[in-house]
């Protein structure tokens, strides 16, 4: 099955509400749901529930977090998404940007004993990352090409680390790798239920094709639709509660195209081609770094307070109290679930 089995319940509407303004939200659901966290002040993935309840370091559940924390390629944990596996079962995705010297990292962690089953250092600032159900490749986005010294190493864009065989873990090395360009890449996610890759950008959301060979083996992308936009996209997710994704878009008022957007891949049966539905704005918010909604249509959140500060201390919740650590530097929030084909 796919991330549509999960959808259950009509959505609730939000309203929206400018940077800075008092939130109306919809009511209280009653059904809690773990989500997932990057805390880069720790450096750390962490697991908790939206119930009820305070968070703290002590009430997080599944933790984890580079042991090496002098390794400068994983500086910055920049995002997390649990994954299901037919070798591996339940697995983390983590990325982080490192620093411009090193480049970033990217990793596939067990869950249940947080060993690294795979790894790999990539070119650039990688702010996201996925693996392709069906074929173990694994996505990184970095929005930025990597400078060491005084030479220039390409980096910035989309980058498949795809396994020889079906079944096998993808190369370690970034040579190895499927690289597309793609300036300012910030999210990627796998559309499983039509087997899209997409992926956002400067002023740009993409939907790709994947080109295989006779062995079903990924060969390469080739991009099929775009929306396109003004200002940075800094996430993509899918609508838990819907066919819809969610896309965010940095700024203030004085870039037209900031908030958080709706619109889904439609495909023309008759053209055999495919295109985005028109974009709705469904949050007129500034600097939100990640925004999905659960399967039973709460809101959950990470608004970063100005264009200098990527982090929050706070993720909300439609209808619920907002979760806070005083120290946190809170990045991304993610649902912890996610169901196999």
Same mark, same amino acid.
């Given at each position: ?16 509400? &400018? ?10 659901? &009653? ?57 591996? $079962? ?29 790894? &790999? ?13 069906? $074929? ?23 980058? *498949? ?7 096998? *873990? ?123 909604? *659960? ?47």
């Amino acid at each position: 099955m796919n991330r549509r089995t999960l959808l259950r319940g009509a959505l609730t509407a939000g309203l929206t509400a &400018a940077s800075g303004a008092a939130i109306t939200r919809p009511a209280a659901a &009653a059904t809690d749901y773990l989500v997932i966290v990057v805390n880069q002040k720790p450096n750390q993935i962490m697991r908790f529930s939206n119930g009820p309840g305070q968070w703290s370091y002590a009430t997080s559940g599944w933790t984890w977090g580079p042991s090496d924390k002098n390794e400068a390629t994983w500086w910055w944990l920049s995002d997390a998404k649990r994954r299901r596996t037919a070798t591996w $079962h339940n697995v983390m995705l983590c990325c982080s940007s490192g620093t411009s010297e090193t480049g970033g990292r990217a990793a596939m962690i067990r869950e249940s004993d947080k060993a690294i089953v795979w790894s &790999a250092v990539v070119p650039g600032n990688p702010h996201s990352i996925e693996r392709i159900e069906g $074929h173990g490749a694994i996505v990184t986005a970095s929005s930025k090409a990597r400078v060491t010294g005084s030479a220039y190493q390409t980096g910035g864009g989309i980058n *498949l680390f795809v396994p020889a065989t079906h079944g096998g *873990l993808p190369p370690a090395s970034y040579a190895n790798s499927i690289s597309v360009g793609f300036t300012g890449a910030h999210g990627v996610m796998w559309d499983d239920g039509n087997e899209l890759l997409l992926a956002i950008g400067y002023n740009e959301l993409r939907a790709y094709r994947l080109v295989t060979n006779s062995g079903g083996i990924i060969t390469g992308l080739s991009q099929v639709a775009r929306v396109t936009f003004q200002g940075t996209g800094h996430d993509l997710q899918p609508d838990y509660a819907s066919a819809d994704v969610f896309y965010t878009v940095g700024g203030d008022d004085k870039n037209p195209d900031h908030g958080i957007w709706a619109t889904r891949p439609v495909y023309n049966s008759i053209s055999g081609t495919w295109s985005f539905a028109s974009p709705r704005r469904v949050h007129d918010w500034w600097f939100t770094k990640s925004f999905s909604r *659960l399967p039973d249509g709460t809101e959950f959140w990470v608004d970063a307070p100005s264009a200098a500060t990527w982090w929050s201390d706070t993720v909300g919740f439609s209808g619920r109290g907002d979760k806070r650590i005083a120290d946190a530097r809170f990045y991304k929030a993610r649902f912890w679930s996610h169901a196999l084909t």
